[in-house]
């Protein structure tokens, strides 16, 4: 059974730093493509960015380039988002999510083809 677990969320002030992990368990950790969502209560969940098996690709969303830093390390089956600079918009709960074992490695993943997902982290970020 796949589980992603979050952790690291919380309270800061914008202009400050958060490093969100995720956790994961139940799959080979080190073949797959992980991604990192966002979502406002009342609004969609909005795609942050993506790291492929290996580290070496990664993709954001415009809003959070130069600031965002996906890592991951899969000898700890962890996936990391370091969040520079916040601002008041990014405040939101974060999932990381992990797609199919079929399309484990699939780079580009297109967005609606992640299938598992955390149960989420809150950021908040007072002005």
């Known amino acids: 059974q796949v589980q992603l677990v979050e952790s690291g969320g919380g309270l800061v002030q914008a202009g400050g730093s958060l490093r969100l992990s995720c956790a994961a368990s139940g799959l080979r950790f080190n073949r797959y493509t992980m991604g990192w969502f966002r979502q406002v209560p009342g609004k969609e969940r909005e795609f942050v960015g993506a790291v492929n098996w290996s580290g070496r690709s990664l993709e954001y969303?415009?809003?959070?380039?130069?600031?965002?830093?996906?890592?991951?390390?899969?000898?700890?089956?962890?996936?990391?988002?370091?969040?520079?600079?916040?601002?008041?918009?990014?405040?939101?709960?974060?999932?990381?999510?992990?797609?199919?074992?079929?399309l484990s490695s699939t780079w580009p993943l297109p967005l609606s083809r992640y299938a598992y997902w955390g149960q989420g982290t809150q950021v908040t970020v007072s002005s």
């Open 61 to 102: 969303t415009d809003s959070v380039k130069g600031r965002f830093t996906i890592s991951r390390d899969n000898a700890k089956n962890t996936v990391y988002l370091q969040m520079d600079s916040l601002k008041p918009e990014d405040m939101a709960i974060y999932y990381c999510a992990a797609p199919s074992a079929l």
